[in-house]
């Protein structure tokens, strides 16, 4: 098994690529430990010394590592992904509840749907697609008074050019395509 390894915006991550299909839909991203008893390969991952964060997209893991030097955490990192699809352990286990995308707590008003769903829209054609190019994923969370709040996720959580992304480039695509939109900003 080839995996192939690419650096992120974001130098605390890494996007480990295992030519495999690692989730069908969806994303799922364990901050910590905790809660991540319900895939084996991520509490394999966390096992390893330095990892503090574990993401799955569709074809991809992201790994983020409170490390110096990535030498010495990147072998053991690939180890246990190798070790998982070799396996062939599931990456959730059968009786876990997939995480929500949103969880559950968008906000806007019913007032402001249109412009919801536009805004939603423009984030799964355009923005998603290019951020998970990054080993990262945005979602939206919610929209008030012109504001409208994303999550940030895997690589774009703590990247250092994240508010660049949101104001630059989420912020300029959805005040150019959805007037009512004044500002983006992180939940």
């Known amino acids: 098994m080839f ?12 996007k480990f690529l295992p030519g495999k299909t690692v989730l069908e839909e969806g994303t799922l ?19 390893i010394p330095g990892v503090t964060g574990v993401f799955f997209g569709q074809d991809f893991i992201t ?24 396996t062939g352990m599931p990456i959730l286990v059968e009786d876990a509840e997939e995480a929500d995308e949103n969880d559950g707590s968008e906000f806007f008003a019913e007032d402001d749907r249109a412009m919801v769903d536009t805004i939603k829209e423009l984030l799964e054609t355009r923005v998603r697609p290019a951020v998970a ?17 994303l999550n940030m996720r895997g690589a774009c959580a703590g990247c250092p050019s994240s508010t660049a992304t949101l104001k630059n480039g989420i912020e300029n695509l959805l005040r150019h395509f959805v007037p009512g939109v004044e500002e983006v900003r992180a939940s």
Do not use: C
């Open 29 to 47: 991203d364990f901050r910590s430990s905790t809660g991540s008893e319900k895939s084996p390969l991520a509490q394999r991952l966390f096992a």
């Open 63 to 86: 790994v983020t590592a409170d490390v110096e030097d990535w030498s010495h955490i990147k072998p053991a990192i690939l180890g246990g992904i190798m070790e998982h699809f070799v």
């Open 133 to 149: 190019q990054d080993g990262g994923d945005i979602t939206f969370k919610g929209f008030q008074d012109g504001v409208v709040y």
């Open 3 to 14: 995996i192939q390894i690419e650096s992120t915006p974001n130098p605390a991550t890494l």
